[in-house]
């Protein structure tokens, strides 16, 4: 069974502009999660989305929004990008059956620099 | 305070020694504990998970879970040089996917 898969792998913007970021989760996964990973804050919880619905929002500025299409893959967007932005960003998928808990599957991540 | 303390280490042993990593948490909602591990330019992957308060082991691997202390372990017996990544906790709740994590501890097994 293939993995999470991300695209693209690495990425090199300017200040102002945007971006769009792919994921493509696991057959049959339904939920999918995304993070920021940089050096000093770690790992942080962007958003999730389940049937096509976000479900979950972390603390992080309007310019970043996301989207699931209705064969559960998702992307994400940054507007008006700053040179804080600049991190790896990782999409993770889970099954989501009702409660419980349900093992996360990280894909490889896409690394963005904002020059 | 943040919900999740781990320390960066870096941390560096030689092989065979016994490794242990924790995190201690504020938020006493977690009922999901995990460590993942993430070798350079790879993204994080599950090694070990329990639920609520108890000891889990896998092979090398044991993880342990007391509530009561808010504090979390992970123990490597008869580390080998392919376990030199950087080892993440994270925690959740039941019922939502948000997950939340320590910052990493890069650990380095010498040969």
């Known amino acids: 069974k293939a993995g999470v898969t991300q695209t693209p792998r690495y990425l090199i913007k300017t200040r102002g502009q945007q971006v769009t970021l792919s994921c493509s989760p696991i057959s049959g996964h339904r939920s999918v999660s995304w993070y920021q990973q940089t050096p000093g804050q770690g790992l942080q919880f962007l958003f999730e989305y389940f049937s096509e619905t976000q479900r979950n929002k972390g603390n992080f500025p309007g310019r970043f929004s996301g989207r699931q299409f209705s064969n559960s893959r998702s992307e994400m967007n940054v507007s008006t990008l700053e040179l804080g932005d600049s991190a790896l960003y990782l999409c993770?998928?889970?099954?989501?059956?009702?409660?419980?808990?349900?093992?996360?599957?990280f894909g490889p991540g896409t690394r963005l620099l904002v020059l | 305070q943040k919900e999740v303390e781990q320390d960066p280490g870096p941390l560096s042993v030689p092989e065979g020694a016994i490794v242990s990593l924790n995190c201690t948490y504020s938020?006493?909602?977690?009922?999901?504990f995990m460590w993942y591990r993430q070798y350079s330019r790879k993204g994080p992957e599950l090694l070990m998970y329990t639920y609520s308060s108890g000891n889990k082991e896998d092979g090398r691997f044991t993880a342990q879970v007391d509530k009561s202390s808010k504090y979390i372990s992970l123990f490597i017996r008869d580390s080998q040089p392919s376990d030199s990544a950087t080892y993440l906790c994270a925690m959740g709740q039941g019922g939502s996917e948000k997950l939340v994590f320590g910052k990493g501890t890069k650990l380095t097994v010498n040969p």
């Open positions: 938020n006493s909602a977690f009922q999901y």
């Open positions: 993770a998928s889970s099954l989501k059956r009702l409660a419980g808990f349900e093992t996360q599957y």
